[in-house]
């Protein structure tokens, strides 16, 4: 192929062009001119060197394309990194003054050790605080003092009534004679809104043991008053009999009969 001289001289103008694809071109480029032949060259490390000259025969310019040798289609580049010796570019202390002079068994034991005794001290501290935190959930001693309740009975004379109170409660206990037991175990079960034998309200004919709190509303009823001689309550009329039973008005259940038991013959233990 023929190149016009000022064509390559042009193209030959420019100082570097790192373009390895062209390489091959230019080269063709100019050894397809015979013109130029002398005036262009290929180094062994393909760099190509072109001159402009005088008529004289003197350098007027010189150019020079800088082409690195390539492999297919990519160029071949060194990273920075690889210019430097990696073993000479990190230095690391020495520590080794540092380090434990001991053995691994000896090691091994003072671990053990420090585990042991801290695992000894953390149980002992839980069990002290579940301890003391059950301690004070649990009830104090006058608490326990008034869940049970004593009662002389040789103090209370026949035919009278005493009220305690227990638990906040007041609790009536009568000392009935044998007029009002047999009155109790005369009345009909029919006749009772709240049907109750007298017996299954006593452990002891003589002693009637309940709580003073009406089942109508809560009030306390009042002793031997009423319709039928036994209690009432005045908050709204209802009667109750000598066994506590309802009888007449609002309170829908008989008086409710405590826990309760004796102890010998003249002491009543409430709760
Ligand atoms: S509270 Fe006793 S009758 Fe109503």
Redesign the pocket.
């Known amino acids: 192929m023929a190149v016009s001289p000022r064509l390559a001289t042009t193209a030959f103008n420019r100082t570097f062009i790192n373009a390895p694809y062209i390489v091959a071109a230019i080269k063709k480029l100019f050894k397809s001119s015979s013109s130029f032949r002398n005036d262009f060259r290929v180094s062994p490390n393909s760099l190509i060197v072109g001159a402009k000259r005088r008529s004289d025969g003197s350098v007027l310019s010189k150019s020079v394309l800088n082409a690195a040798p390539s492999t297919g289609t990519s160029q071949k580049r060194l990273y920075s990194s690889s210019a430097v010796d990696s073993s000479k570019s990190t230095i690391v202390p020495d520590f080794s003054k540092y380090r434990k002079s001991s053995d691994e068994n000896t090691s091994r034991a003072f671990t053990y050790l420090m585990v042991g005794t801290t695992g000894a001290l953390t149980a002992a501290g839980a069990k002290n605080s579940i301890t003391d935190f059950l301690v004070n959930m649990s009830a104090s001693a006058d608490i326990l003092a008034l869940a049970k309740v004593e009662v002389d009975l040789a103090k209370i004379p026949e035919g009278k009534n005493v009220v305690i109170k227990w638990r906040g409660k007041p609790v009536f206990i009568r000392h009935r004679t044998s007029g009002e037991i047999a009155e109790a175990n005369a009345t009909q079960l029919s006749e009772l809104r709240d049907p109750q034998n007298d017996s299954d309200r006593v452990k002891k004919p003589e002693w009637l043991v309940m709580l003073g709190v009406?089942?109508?509303?809560?009030?306390v009823?009042i002793g031997e008053a009423g319709d039928y001689g036994g209690w009432y309550?005045?908050?709204?009329?209802?009667h109750y009999d000598i066994s506590g039973r309802i009888r007449k008005?609002?309170?829908p259940l008989n008086l409710e009969i405590p826990a309760y038991d004796f102890d010998g013959e003249d002491k009543l233990v409430i709760g």
């Open positions: 009406c089942t109508h509303l809560g009030c009823p309550c005045p908050c709204h009329g209802s008005g609002p309170a």
